[in-house]
């Protein structure tokens, strides 16, 4: 129901038909600076942009970032986070608040990590943000799982639930 119901004029009769302004926000990211080949030390630059389709800002927006195993979270900016510090050992997932997304717009946020000294040579590191985030309260709802090497049998090196680089790179 995007356009109003027949008899309904926001503009000629405000106090019964109202018109409510709604926001769309998607997130996508990109590793934008290090790599391809992570090395041990490196700083890992990913930009996530969150993009607002709606006719309306976005406040306060959420999403889940999932920090990648072997990398240290070292910080963000376009972001805050009360979960997630500088040093944090990966394996972690980081609330993210964005103050405002414009309405038709984007907003971007930058984070990095350090990708650890001792990194095994040859995996994979995979990174994941997730733009459904759980309401307080909301008992159905989980974040996304941490991928703790110690007690992932692939130590961490297979992509997490609800990451496929090969469909959605």
Do not use: W
Not at 134 to 144: E, L
């Amino acid at each position: 129901c995007t356009t109003p119901p027949v008899g309904c004029d926001p503009a000629t009769d405000p106090d019964r038909c109202v018109d409510t302004p709604t926001n769309s926000v998607s997130v996508t990211k990109t590793l934008t600076t290090g790599g391809p080949t992570a090395e041990p030390g490196e700083a890992l630059v990913y930009t996530i942009t969150l993009t607002n389709a709606g006719n309306a800002a976005a406040s306060n927006h959420q999403f889940y970032e999932s920090i990648p195993a072997y990398t240290r979270f070292t910080s963000v900016s376009g972001a805050t986070t009360s979960d997630c510090a500088a040093g944090d050992a990966g394996r972690k997932t980081c609330t993210m608040t964005v103050a405002s997304v414009p309405a038709n717009g984007t907003a971007t946020v930058s984070l990095t990590v350090t990708a650890s000294d001792s990194l095994p040579s040859g995996i994979t590191l995979y990174n994941l943000v997730t733009d459904e985030v759980c309401q307080p309260g909301d008992a159905s709802c989980s974040p996304p799982p941490a991928c703790d090497p110690a007690t992932d049998p692939n130590q961490c090196t297979t992509p997490p639930v609800g990451c496929d680089p090969a469909t959605d790179p």
